[in-house]
C-alpha cells in the first residue's frame, strides 16, 4: 500500500480523536479546552490559532462525522462523505517546510479553525486510504465492550482490536489461551495410540 508517512501521521491523530469521545471509550476525554488544547499539543498540530468554546462543539461535531466514514457501508458511501467534509472545511493544498521538517503538504487553509483543519488534514489521509482500495483498513475494535476505532496498517491486514491496554490484553490471552490449547492437542494426539494400548 503506498501511503505517506504525512498520510500516517494524520491516520493517527484522526484515530486519537475520534476515540477521545464517550461512544467509543465510555468517557467524554475532551470535555473543555484546555483538553483540547492538551490534544493539539500532543498531536503537535501546527497554525492552531487560541481556542473558543465554539471550537470545542465543532471537534465534537466533527468527530460524528468521521465516524460515519469508518462505518460507512460501501467506499461509495465513504467517498461522499470524505468529499463533503474536506470542502466544507475549505481544504487548500499547499507545500510547507516549517519548523525543520522535510517538505510536505498541509490541507487545511491558512487560518482555519481547528475543526476546519483537523476536517481538511484527516479528510485528506482518508482519501488516500480510499484511493489505494483500502478502505477496509478502517476498523472498529472487535472487542464486544470497545468501540474504538483504528486504521490496520498492518501488512496482512490482520489486525482485530485498538490500542487501548485492555483490548491489546485481550488479543495477548486469546493468543496465549489458542497456543495451550493447541499444545494440550499436540499432546493428547501423542499420548493416544500408548493410552489406547495401556491397560
Ligand atoms: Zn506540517
Ligand atoms: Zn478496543
Known amino acids: 500500500m ?19 469521545s ?4 465510555g468517557q467524554e476525554e475532551l470535555p473543555d479546552l484546555a483538553a483540547l488544547r492538551d490534544f493539539v499539543v ?6 492552531v490559532g487560541p481556542l473558543e468554546p465554539g471550537d470545542l462543539a465543532a471537534v465534537h461535531a466533527l468527530r460524528d462525522r468521521f465516524r460515519a466514514v469508518f462505518a460507512a457501508p460501501s467506499t461509495r458511501a465513504a467517498a461522499e462523505l470524505v468529499n463533503t467534509l474536506v470542502a466544507k472545511a475549505g481544504t487548500t493544498p499547499r507545500l510547507t517546510d516549517h519548523d525543520g521538517h522535510d517538505w510536505h503538504m498541509h490541507y487545511f487553509a491558512p487560518g482555519a479553525a481547528l475543526a476546519d483543519h483537523l476536517a481538511a488534514e484527516a479528510g485528506m ?27 490496520d496498517l498492518s501488512r496482512n491486514r490482520s489486525r482485530r482490536y485498538c490500542d487501548s491496554r485492555t483490548c491489546g490484553n485481550r488479543l495477548h490471552v486469546a493468543a496465549y489461551r489458542a497456543r ?18 495401556a491397560r
Open 180 to 197: 495451550q490449547r493447541s499444545a494440550a492437542d499436540t499432546q493428547d494426539a501423542a499420548l493416544a495410540p500408548q493410552g489406547a494400548g
Open 125 to 151: 489521509a482518508l482519501a488516500f486510504i480510499l484511493v489505494a482500495g483500502e478502505r477496509e483498513r478502517l476498523r472498529r475494535c472487535e472487542a464486544p465492550d470497545c468501540a474504538r476505532v483504528f486504521v
Open 22 to 25: 464517550a461512544e467509543a471509550c
Open 42 to 47: 500532543r498531536r503537535e498540530l501546527s497554525e
Open 2 to 20: 503506498l501511503i505517506t508517512h504525512d498520510t500516517e501521521c494524520a491516520l493517527g491523530m484522526l484515530v486519537d480523536l475520534l476515540n477521545t
